[in-house]
């Protein structure tokens, strides 16, 4: 729950969420509603902070990896809207170039530790992209 780290104020938020909906298949098609939501919510108690988005990890099982790419595609455009906005909000992706493939998943959904080696270097890649563009400022 956002509302429990929130009040701390923190300069930097790493935010994937979706992956037990959609894997689930809750309320998949109100899951993106969802994510925006919690992303106004960071942004709204932290306004100085950078929220970097991930697009959640593949998952074995087709029907779910299907929904997930649906899910996926909505992220960016969401994204968007809140950097329009003035926000510090950017994407990345758990499963372009340098992410993962199901081959990194030790259960089907969860990764190995090679898979989460992969996702430290996909935030980085954000952090990286939020510090070039100077978004990044001292904790309040």
Known sequence: K????????????????????????????????????????????CPDAVVIVAQITPIANSDSEARSQTFNAAIPDIVNARVAAGHHVLTVDM???????????????????????????????????AAASNWITPPV
């Open 2 to 45: 956002a509302e429990i780290s929130l009040p701390q104020r923190p300069n930097i938020i790493l935010l994937m969420a979706g992956t037990n909906d959609i894997n689930g298949n809750d309320d998949v098609d109100d899951a993106p509603t969802r994510l925006a939501n919690l992303i106004d919510e960071c942004v709204s108690a």
């Open 95 to 129: 499963q372009g170039l340098n992410g993962l493939t199901t081959a990194d998943l030790n259960d089907g959904l969860h990764p190995t530790d090679e898979g989460y080696a992969k996702m430290a270097n996909v935030w980085l890649s954000g952090l990286n992209q």
